[in-house]
C-alpha cells in the first residue's frame, strides 16, 4: 500500500518515528514531496527556533533511506485539482502522481473523501490507520512502538507512561491498545 504523508503526521517525531518504523517494517510505502518536507521543516522551526535545521537532517535520512518516496512535483496536475483549503492541493498532487492509495493526514476535512475518491485515494487519521496495521500485523507495529517508547525514555532520561506518550502523539486508540497488550 502506498500512503503520501501530510507534513502533519511528519511533525511530531515520535509520530513520525513510529509511521516510518512500520514503513520501514514493509507494512506500507511512504510517500511525499519536496514541498510537504519543507512544511514540515518550517513548522518545526517554528514550534522551536532552531528545529529546522535538525528536521532538514531528518529530512536527509528518509530520503536517503527511501529515495523512490520523494515525488517530484507537476504544476500542471495541481491546477486542475480542488479541495477545500487550496494550500492542500500539493498533498493531493503528490499522493495522485505517487499512485498512492491514500493519504495519512490529521486534518481530515482538508481532504473530502467526494474528492479523494475520484482518485482512488482515501485519507486516513494516523490513529485509526496504525491501529488497523496493529490489528492485521500486530507484532511489527508492536515492535516499533516499542522501539521508538524506549528511545523516548532514553532521549527524556527517565521513564514515559506509553499511553501517555501515544496520546500526546496523537494515537490514544493505538496507545490505549498497546498499553493493555503490552503489559
Given at each position: 500500500?502506498?500512503?503520501?504523508?501530510?507534513?502533519c503526521?511528519?511533525?511530531?517525531?515520535?509520530?513520525?518515528?513510529?509511521?516510518?518504523?512500520?514503513?520501514?517494517?514493509?507494512?506500507?510505502?511512504?510517500?511525499?514531496?519536496?514541498?510537504?518536507?519543507?512544511?514540515?521543516?518550517?513548522?518545526?522551526?517554528?514550534?522551536?527556533?532552531?528545529?529546522?535545521?535538525?528536521?532538514?537532517?531528518?529530512?536527509?535520512?528518509?530520503?536517503?533511506?527511501?529515495?523512490?518516496?520523494?515525488?517530484?512535483?507537476?504544476?500542471?496536475?495541481?491546477?486542475?485539482?480542488?479541495?477545500?483549503?487550496?494550500?492542500d492541493?500539493?498533498?493531493?498532487?503528490t499522493?495522485?502522481?505517487?499512485?498512492?492509495?491514500?493519504?495519512?493526514?490529521?486534518?481530515?476535512?482538508?481532504?473530502?473523501?467526494?474528492?479523494?475518491?475520484?482518485?482512488?485515494?482515501?485519507?486516513?487519521h494516523?490513529?485509526?490507520?496504525?491501529?488497523?496495521?496493529?490489528?492485521?500485523?500486530?507484532?511489527?507495529?508492536?515492535?516499533?512502538?516499542?522501539?521508538?517508547?524506549?528511545?523516548?525514555?532514553?532521549?527524556?532520561?527517565?521513564?514515559?507512561?506509553?499511553?501517555?506518550?501515544?496520546?500526546?502523539?496523537?494515537?490514544?486508540?493505538?496507545?490505549?491498545?498497546?498499553?493493555?497488550?503490552?503489559?
Amino acid at each position: 500500500m502506498r500512503l503520501c504523508l501530510d507534513a502533519c503526521v511528519l511533525y511530531p517525531t515520535v509520530l513520525r518515528e513510529i509511521l516510518m518504523g512500520v514503513a520501514g517494517q514493509g507494512l506500507f510505502t511512504p510517500l511525499w514531496s519536496v514541498r510537504i518536507c519543507e512544511e514540515w521543516r518550517r513548522t518545526a522551526d517554528r514550534q522551536s527556533p532552531g528545529d529546522g535545521v535538525i528536521a532538514e537532517g531528518e529530512i536527509a535520512l528518509l530520503n536517503v533511506r527511501w529515495p523512490e518516496a520523494n515525488i517530484a512535483a507537476d504544476p500542471t496536475l495541481e491546477q486542475q485539482l480542488w479541495l477545500p483549503d487550496p494550500a492542500d492541493i500539493h498533498v493531493l498532487a503528490t499522493a495522485i502522481k505517487g499512485q498512492a492509495q491514500g493519504i495519512v493526514t490529521m486534518n481530515l476535512r482538508d481532504f473530502p473523501a467526494r474528492e479523494l475518491s475520484a482518485h482512488g485515494l482515501a485519507a486516513h487519521h494516523p490513529d485509526a490507520l496504525l491501529y488497523q496495521l496493529w490489528q492485521d500485523h500486530p507484532d511489527p507495529v508492536a515492535e516499533t512502538v516499542t522501539r521508538v517508547h524506549a528511545t523516548a525514555q532514553s532521549l527524556a532520561g527517565h521513564p514515559l507512561d506509553l499511553r501517555k506518550l501515544m496520546k500526546r502523539a496523537r494515537l490514544p486508540r493505538l496507545g490505549k491498545a498497546l498499553s493493555s497488550s503490552l503489559s
